[in-house]
């Protein structure tokens, strides 16, 4: 039997959001590695992974593929909660706190902060640039439609925000590590009351006066000015 958990927790992330996360997640992974295996003859090696240099060359616009579907259904499921309001300008205007871990000193916001903010839309800009160069770069289909100076194009743009798409994919891990209890979202679906109460609190409110997707131990969930145990 599993053992019930004595903390209030808040769910976060369905089923499907996790599952479709992690497809994303391992599309970058792969596209990444397949990437830089072409990209610089010193990378090279990667191609085993893959079975080889032209099975690099043939799985990797596939794996974008997938990416783009996969990363569309995240943006869909996720895109009403990422528009810029008012709560990210003081928010940012607390960064020093942000980097301190002086979470007393940040003003309240809603499902995610600025900076979560701007990661999915630096994603979503990047993997539009990406697939739409990588599609001027997929010799098999679409060569014959663009001129040469055109696909030279198309390979700084690929590369550029190949670049700067890891940067990103890079900071979004270090932050989810960073911020204790972060994972468990992804993992578990949940987070405790007390992660929710100094990250998200405007978020935690709303949970709470909907009456949904908080469970307490004692079936109770009531959060005024003091937080949730852990």
Same mark, same amino acid.
């Given at each position: 039997?599993?053992?019930?958990?004595?903390?209030?927790?808040?769910?976060?992330?369905?089923?499907?959001?996790?599952?479709?996360?992690?497809?994303?997640?391992?599309?970058?992974?792969?596209?990444?590695?397949?990437?830089?295996?072409?990209?610089?003859?010193?990378?090279?090696?990667?191609?085993?992974?893959?079975?080889?240099?032209?099975?690099?060359?043939?799985?990797?616009?596939?794996?974008?593929?997938?990416?783009?579907?996969?990363?569309?259904?995240?943006?869909?499921?996720?895109?009403?909660?990422?528009?810029?309001?008012?709560?990210?300008?003081?928010?940012?205007?607390?960064?020093?706190?942000?980097?301190?871990?002086?979470?007393?000193?940040?003003? #309240?916001?809603? &499902?995610?902060? %600025?900076?979560?903010?701007?990661?999915?839309?630096?994603?979503? !800009?990047? /993997?539009?640039? @990406?697939?739409?160069?990588?599609?001027?770069?997929?010799?098999?289909?679409?060569?014959?439609?663009?001129?040469? #100076?055109?696909? &030279?194009?198309? %390979?700084?743009?690929?590369?550029?925000?190949?670049?700067?798409? !890891?940067? /990103?994919?890079? @900071?979004?891990?270090?932050?989810?590590?960073?911020?204790?209890?972060?994972?468990?979202?992804?993992?578990?679906?949940?987070?405790?009351?007390?992660? %929710?109460?100094?990250?998200?609190?405007?978020?935690?409110?709303?949970?709470?006066?909907?009456?949904?997707?908080?469970?307490?131990?004692?079936?109770?969930?009531?959060?005024?000015?003091?937080?949730?145990?852990?």
């Amino acid at each position: 039997m599993r053992r019930q958990e004595r903390v209030t927790t808040v769910d976060r992330y369905s089923t499907g959001d996790r599952l479709n996360h992690w497809v994303t997640a391992a599309c970058l992974i792969l596209l990444a590695l397949s990437g830089f295996a072409l990209f610089h003859p010193s990378l090279f090696f990667l191609t085993a992974l893959f079975g080889g240099g032209q099975w690099t060359r043939i799985l990797h616009p596939f794996i974008g593929i997938v990416l783009v579907v996969s990363f569309l259904g995240l943006f869909l499921r996720f895109v009403i909660y990422n528009f810029p309001n008012m709560d990210d300008v003081r928010w940012l205007s607390h960064l020093g706190a942000v980097i301190d871990g002086d979470e007393e000193r940040l003003p #309240e916001v809603g &499902r995610y902060n %600025a900076l979560q903010k701007l990661v999915f839309w630096g994603m979503a !800009t990047f /993997i539009t640039l @990406l697939v739409l160069s990588g599609l001027g770069l997929w010799d098999v289909y679409f060569a014959k439609y663009l001129t040469i #100076e055109q696909r &030279r194009w198309c %390979a700084v743009i690929h590369s550029i925000s190949a670049v700067f798409i !890891t940067l /990103i994919v890079i @900071l979004h891990i270090y932050a989810g590590i960073w911020v204790r209890g972060t994972v468990r979202a992804m993992t578990l679906g949940s987070v405790t009351g007390g992660w %929710a109460w100094r990250h998200h609190r405007k978020w935690l409110r709303r949970e709470v006066d909907e009456g949904k997707h908080v469970h307490a131990p004692d079936s109770t969930a009531t959060f005024g000015d003091r937080a949730p145990a852990e």
